[in-house]
């Protein structure tokens, strides 16, 4: 089981405790069990943490890089509340999500590859038919080249653009991938931002912890300044479009949002309107493959 699916299973646990009635530490009693992952290592130490009558999100923070810095900042906005429920709810159909879209991925990749698999042994099977072995080697070869490429690179440059916001700028410039990045970007953020807001955290707040979980720098930046903007005032809508985090058509949705007191609703709906178009992208450049 990968970390991202003892997560989701986690969280779903913690909320059928704590909704049934369990309070925190007799929640995180009943999660605790006798294997030796790294999940439940860090719930035994937050249980210890717990006993020591530290806040639950203190108790969680030192293993952040398990739980992840979302499920930790959401569970210190609803301390404020008491309604951890909402928070591992929330968290857990988060993970549920990105999981649902690993899988869509793993699948759609499976095709080509198989594709790539079949030509190379057909093109060994004639290359020994007509005594042309090295040939067909210097082939599969440009060919393994070019493949490992078009994974490696992107992803070396997807890991530098946590780091430099001029890697991040040029990521997201680039022509189809950088679009793609860009809305799955944009969808993680809305994603955030409505479980933040739902959860009660002030809107700075939440766009500053919203802000941590990015891939990008530069998107980040531009985030946190928004969120500075925020703290001065100014409504939500205004700062993203002031810094322009999402285009035109959104911004006017998430006023629609602001006026009728549905931000958490639009910020969900903003969501999904990315992860469609990212997954529409993903099946047309697949689909040449298939073809």
Same mark, same amino acid.
Do not use: W
């Given at each position: 089981?990968?970390? @991202?699916?003892?997560?989701?299973?986690?969280?779903?646990?913690? $909320?059928?405790?704590? +909704?049934?009635? /369990?309070?925190?530490?007799?929640?995180?009693?009943?999660?605790?069990?006798?294997?030796?992952?790294?999940? *439940?290592? %860090?719930?035994?130490?937050? +249980?210890?943490?717990?006993?020591?009558?530290?806040?639950?999100?203190?108790?969680?923070? &030192?293993?952040?890089?398990?739980?992840?810095?979302?499920?930790?900042?959401?569970?210190?906005?609803?301390?404020?509340?008491? +309604?951890?429920? %909402?928070?591992?709810?929330?968290?857990?159909k988060r993970f549920?999500?990105? !999981?649902?879209?690993?899988?869509?991925?793993?699948?759609?990749?499976?095709?080509?590859?198989?594709?790539?698999?079949?030509?190379?042994?057909?093109?060994?099977? =004639?290359?020994?038919?007509?005594?042309?072995?090295?040939?067909?080697?210097?082939? #599969?070869? %440009?060919?393994?080249?070019?493949?490992?490429?078009?994974?490696?690179? &992107?992803?070396?440059? @997807?890991?530098?653009?946590?780091?430099?916001?001029? =890697?991040? *700028?040029?990521?997201?410039? !680039?022509?189809?991938?950088?679009?793609?990045?860009?809305?799955?970007e944009l969808a993680d953020f809305a994603?955030?931002?409505?479980?933040?807001?739902?959860?009660?955290?002030?809107?700075?707040?939440?766009?500053?912890?919203?802000?941590? #979980? !990015?891939?990008?720098?530069?998107?980040?930046?531009?985030?946190?300044?928004?969120? *500075?903007?925020?703290?001065?005032?100014?409504?939500?809508?205004?700062?993203?479009?002031? /810094?322009?985090?999402? &285009?035109?058509?959104?911004?006017?949705? !998430?006023?629609?949002?602001?006026?009728?007191? +549905?931000?958490?609703?639009?910020?969900?709906?903003?969501?999904?309107? $990315?992860?469609?178009?990212?997954?529409? @992208?993903?099946?047309?450049?697949?689909?040449? /493959?298939?073809?």
């Amino acid at each position: 089981m990968s970390n @991202k699916q003892e997560l989701a299973v986690f969280c779903h646990k913690m $909320y059928n405790a704590l +909704h049934s009635g /369990f309070d925190v530490e007799k929640a995180f009693i009943v999660m605790r069990d006798e294997s030796n992952s790294q999940l *439940n290592e %860090a719930i035994r130490r937050t +249980h210890q943490g717990i006993l020591k009558g530290q806040r639950l999100s203190e108790a969680m923070r &030192p293993d952040e890089n398990i739980y992840t810095s979302e499920l930790v900042d959401c569970v210190y906005v609803t301390e404020q509340t008491g +309604h951890f429920d %909402a928070a591992f709810d929330r968290m857990g159909k988060r993970f549920d999500q990105q !999981l649902d879209t690993e899988r869509k991925i793993k699948r759609a990749v499976t095709y080509p590859i198989i594709v790539v698999i079949v030509f190379i042994v057909s093109l060994f099977a =004639v290359a020994v038919v007509y005594k042309a072995v090295p040939l067909a080697i210097m082939i #599969s070869a %440009a060919i393994i080249g070019f493949i490992a490429a078009l994974v490696i690179v &992107p992803q070396g440059v @997807k890991g530098m653009s946590r780091y430099s916001a001029f =890697v991040g *700028n040029v990521l997201i410039k !680039l022509p189809i991938v950088g679009k793609m990045v860009l809305k799955s970007e944009l969808a993680d953020f809305a994603s955030n931002m409505g479980i933040f807001y739902s959860c009660g955290a002030e809107v700075a707040k939440g766009l500053e912890f919203s802000a941590r #979980s !990015l891939r990008n720098e530069a998107l980040r930046k531009k985030v946190l300044m928004a969120a *500075n903007t925020v703290k001065k005032g100014v409504p939500l809508s205004d700062a993203i479009a002031g /810094f322009a985090i999402f &285009p035109p058509d959104i911004v006017n949705a !998430l006023k629609s949002g602001e006026a009728s007191g +549905h931000v958490e609703d639009m910020l969900f709906t903003i969501e999904k309107y $990315y992860r469609a178009e990212v997954q529409g @992208k993903s099946d047309i450049i697949f689909s040449v /493959f298939r073809s």
